[in-house]
């Protein structure tokens, strides 16, 4: 069982920044990605946004996100970040954290999933 706890959520203002913690129970094993992801309110699927590999030498981002959410890792502390830029009320979500292994270079099967953390943005 691996545990991950996704925290840093809060409620902000358009245009602001904030960065997501996903901290799990141990060190990643090799051939594994940590993902974020995000649900809406009101829709039932959950949105991919960005992907890292275990050793943090590669990172996948979705088209939506690219470029204003940065993914990253520490791997000393265990926690995967997501930086998120200009935040705009379309962004309002629970955000969570997963992890998986790496099938294909674009494919992840994710197995492991924590609880989210509520990002709102005010406009």
């Known amino acids: 069982q691996v545990d991950l706890k996704a925290s840093g959520g809060g409620l902000v203002q358009t245009g602001s920044s904030l960065t997501l913690s996903c901290t799990t129970s141990g060190p990643p094993p090799t051939r594994t990605a940590t993902g974020w992801f995000r649900q809406a309110p009101g829709k039932e699927e959950r949105e991919w946004l960005a992907?890292?590999?275990?050793?943090?030498?590669?990172?996948w981002y979705a088209d939506a996100v690219k470029g204003r959410f940065i993914i990253s890792r520490d791997n000393t502390k265990n926690t995967v970040f997501l930086q998120l830029n200009d935040l705009q009320v379309d962004d309002t979500a629970v955000y969570s954290c997963g992890r998986g292994q790496i099938l294909t270079a674009s494919k992840i099967d994710f197995e492991y999933w924590g609880q989210g953390t509520q990002v709102t943005v005010s406009g």
């Open positions: 992907s890292v590999s275990w050793s943090g030498g590669s990172k």
